[in-house]
């Protein structure tokens, strides 16, 4: 199956910082998505982006379509203790219908 | 979110039990979807339903049997698990399975296996 490369694995900051994470493949995507998972819950959809360059907000969350549609990049500004949690991307491929998910990003914020 | 709800959310099963997983979705969704969540590896699909048809099994073992009477509930039937079997498994619903329909989860059942 398809690889995305999620980094970086895990993350340790202040309250107050803001985090920046990012998803990479080999292959071109149509759709890109952003999940985020607490402990004991299914992941959440935090942003889907759908077209090369694309750049959408949600809160303080920000994530970017990247121009080659082999990235997704995801920012978050400002951070509180309550972004604590594994921060998923999936990708789906112009064929087919299934979402390939990275291995996901775990944010502690430190207060 | 409480769109997709599954049931139950912890299941400890020995290897000669045999157990159902339950999913519920509350969205008007047309496809169901099961996931298999491992510690360090990316969530893997297992099956997809659309319109209550089955159309994707990915090389999933026999053990693991889905069932889809309805767009709106989903289960998994469980017999003779291995331990490598335990983890967390999702249930997911989209509006269709293309098109970069968004994926909206459940919660989730731990699965332990003894």
């Known amino acids: 199956g398809q690889q995305l490369n999620q980094s970086p694995q895990s993350m340790f900051i202040q309250e107050g910082e803001d985090v920046s994470m990012n998803c990479t493949s080999s292959?071109?995507?149509?759709?890109w998505l952003w999940y985020k998972q607490d402990p004991g819950e299914g992941p959440v959809l935090l942003i889907a982006l759908y077209k090369a360059g694309e750049l959408t907000s949600n809160g303080r969350l920000t994530a970017q379509f990247g121009i080659t549609r082999k990235d997704s990049f995801l920012n978050i500004s400002a951070s509180i203790p309550s972004d604590v949690g594994i921060y998923f991307c999936?990708?789906?491929?112009?064929?087919?219908?299934?979402?390939?998910f990275g291995t996901g990003t775990s944010l502690t914020v430190i207060p | 979110e409480t769109g997709v709800t599954q049931t139950p959310r912890h299941l400890v099963m020995g290897m000669t039990n045999k157990k159902s997983l339950k999913c519920e979705q509350h969205?008007?969704?047309?496809?169901m979807y099961w996931y298999k969540q491992s510690a360090k590896k990316p969530l893997e699909l297992m099956f997809v339903y659309n319109f209550k048809e089955q159309t994707e099994n990915n090389s999933v073992p026999s053990r693991f049997s889905p069932e889809c009477p309805n767009s709106s509930h989903l289960f998994l039937h469980l017999h003779t698990l291995q331990p490598e079997d335990s983890a967390l498994y999702l249930c997911a619903s989209s509006q269709d399975p293309g098109g970069g329909s968004p994926l909206h989860f459940g919660n989730g059942t731990r699965l332990t296996v003894t």
């Open positions: 999936a990708g789906q491929l112009n064929t087919g219908n299934q979402f390939y």
């Open positions: 969205l008007g969704h047309n496809a």
């Open positions: 292959s071109i995507f149509n759709t």
